[in-house]
């Protein structure tokens, strides 16, 4: 084996070892799976190019490489979604069961705190998913977004205060979610609109994601009447065309039409009932749904 070969045969394994970690803290700090897909690649690029001799740890020369791709992305996304149409929602992914062991990590992924993500600066973003997700080191931190370990501590705890206001409440177990949305599909699913003011919070507040190609509402619906009334026109489709899956690691709901998937449902739920749903229907977002994406922190 040539030099060159032997470089770029070592470059593939250690990139391939922790790509399943370089994606999944792309994609925290993007809420776009094809967004953290094009960092990967625009990582690889330069990953490749790099002397392998010199680097100590190659996870965290790695994940600083994503953090600081992802941020000129993130800065880009900003411009591109203030002329998005109607409400934008993270892209959701279909996770596998046992993330939803790791409740840190589901946590993480959930399109609630996605949405709660949205409202931080880019840096404040790249720290609180680096420190509080992934327990980076400050030092490291530091090196990927480019500040000292002292800016980075106070950014850290800037950031965690502003996710621990706007989070949705802790303690909420899968099967309550699951439990509510069952509930919701029965009562979508036949038109019940008793059935859905029950289990939806009297403030509840929906978003449509469309993106413009699609029919959503442009304006968050903010109550239970107007939620209730939006939901019951899913009877349409009949029975079965709400099916239960595992979205960002919580329980949610894929809507087909014509075997095909149509809209993704995700719920935020306290105290038993939904406070929060989302449905992601812009086409472009949905490629995800139909096969596994793994996420990890390892």
């Not at 925290?28 to 799976?33: D, F, I, T, V």
């Not at 959930?110 to 998913?129: D, G, I, K, Q």
């Not at 959503?216 to 619906?221: F, H, Q, Y």
Request: hydrophobic share 45%; net charge neutral.
């Amino acid at each position: 084996m040539s030099d060159d070969a032997g470089r770029m045969d070592a470059a593939t394994r250690g990139f391939v070892a922790h790509r399943n970690l370089l994606f999944t803290v792309a994609y925290e700090m993007l809420g776009s799976a094809a967004d953290a897909e094009d960092v990967l690649q625009e990582t690889w690029l330069k990953w490749v190019g790099v002397d392998l001799g010199v680097v100590q740890d190659q996870r965290a020369y790695l994940v600083r490489m994503v953090t600081r791709q992802a941020l000129m992305r993130l800065r880009t996304l900003g411009r591109r979604k203030e002329s998005y149409v109607g409400p934008w929602l993270p892209e959701p992914l279909l996770t596998s069961p046992d993330v939803a062991e790791d409740v840190e990590l589901a946590d993480s992924v959930s399109m609630a705190m996605l949405l709660v993500l949205e409202t931080l600066t880019p840096t404040e973003r790249a720290v609180f998913v680096l420190r509080d997700v992934f327990d980076l080191p400050y030092a490291e931190i530091a090196e990927a977004v480019g500040k000292s370990a002292a800016a980075v501590r106070q950014i850290a705890h800037r950031a965690r205060s502003h996710v621990t206001a706007r989070r949705p409440r802790a303690g909420v177990s899968q099967d309550e979610i699951r439990g509510a949305l069952a509930a919701f599909q029965r009562a979508a699913e036949t038109g019940d609109l008793q059935g859905l003011l029950s289990i939806l919070a009297p403030d509840v507040v929906f978003l449509g994601d469309g993106g413009g190609a699609v029919q959503a509402a442009l304006t968050p619906l903010v109550g239970a009447g107007h939620v209730a009334w939006l939901a019951a026109r899913l009877s349409r489709y009949g029975v079965a065309a709400l099916q239960p899956a595992q979205i960002n690691g919580h329980p949610a709901l894929v809507l087909r039409v014509g075997g095909e998937v149509d809209t993704v449902f995700a719920a935020r739920v306290e105290g038993g009932l939904i406070t929060g749903l989302y449905a992601v229907r812009n086409p472009a977002k949905l490629s995800r749904v139909d096969r596994e994406t793994t996420v990890s922190r390892g």
